[in-house]
T-cell receptor, first 110, second 120 residues
Framework: QKEVEQDPGPLSVPEGAIVSLNCTYSNSAFQYFMWYRQYSRKGPELLMYTYSSGNKEDGRFTAQVDKSSKYISLFIRDSQPSDSATYLCAMAGNNRKLIWGLGTSLAVNP | EAQVTQNPRYLITVTGKKLTVTCSQN?????MSWYRQDPGLGLRQIYY???????DKGDVPEGYKVSRKEKRNFPLILESPSPNQTSLYFC???????????????????FGEGSRLTVL
């Protein structure tokens, strides 16, 4: 079993939809959680960072961490065609070693 | 402009021909790392460096070498490339040695645009 599981998709939604992206993990020691966005032919860029549990909101993006279920989510409200990208989750414990999900490919159709 | 610059962006080479992929960052970052990204395997760390003259193996170091003689540069060397090293390579940097030193870093890695390498 992989330490981090992420459905690769692809996920296709109409413009304006609410998008939910998820990762599950098995290591209860993880406490640093990140979402990166990767556009085609580009390097990943940090979108959201959460330490431990809880929610974090930034504009149209909300990151949630449920440590009891070992489950993290990224919600995108009012999705736009410019949100079309691959979304990677990443997480780490006290050893600071980043463990990456495989990424979910998202297409937002006008 | 703050950036991580990799060269070359695209390269086709043959088995056994030594090559170097350069990486340079202009943000005075202490931490630098190399990743490869493959379908179905995701991002895997090859080597990382927390400071000048300090390098450590990541998850898939076999067949690669790195050096960190200056803070800004972190070249990736393939001494004798093989077809299984065909991949998309990313260099990344981060401000502090500790990716998650609270109130200072947020675990953010700044990635280059990638170098697509094909070994025939």
């Amino acid at each position: 079993q992989k330490e981090v599981e992420q459905d690769p998709g692809p996920l296709s939604v109409p413009e304006g939809a609410i998008v939910s992206l998820n990762c599950t993990y098995s290591n209860s020691a993880f406490q640093y959680f990140m979402w990166y966005r990767q556009y085609s032919r580009k390097g990943p860029e940090l979108l959201m960072y959460t330490y431990s549990s809880g929610n974090k909101e930034d504009g149209r993006f909300t990151a949630q961490v449920d440590k009891s279920s070992k489950y993290i989510s990224l919600f995108i409200r009012d999705s736009q065609p410019s949100d079309s990208a691959t979304y990677l989750c990443a997480m780490a414990g006290n050893n600071r070693k980043l463990i990456w999900g495989l990424g979910t490919s998202l297409a937002v159709n006008p | 402009e703050a950036q991580v610059t990799q060269n070359p962006r695209y390269l086709i080479t043959v088995t056994g021909k030594k090559l170097t992929v350069t990486c340079s960052q202009n943000m005075n970052h202490e931490y630098m790392s190399w990743y490869r990204q493959d379908p179905g395997l995701g991002l895997r760390q090859i080597y990382y460096s927390m400071n000048v003259e300090v390098t450590d193996k990541g998850d898939v170091p076999e067949g690669y070498k790195v050096s960190r003689k200056e803070k800004r540069n972190f070249p990736l060397i393939l001494e004798s490339p093989s077809p299984n090293q065909t991949s998309l390579y990313f260099c990344a940097s981060s401000p502090g040695r500790d990716l998650f030193r609270l109130a200072v870093n947020t675990g953010e890695l700044f990635f280059g645009e990638g170098s697509r390498l094909t070994v025939l």
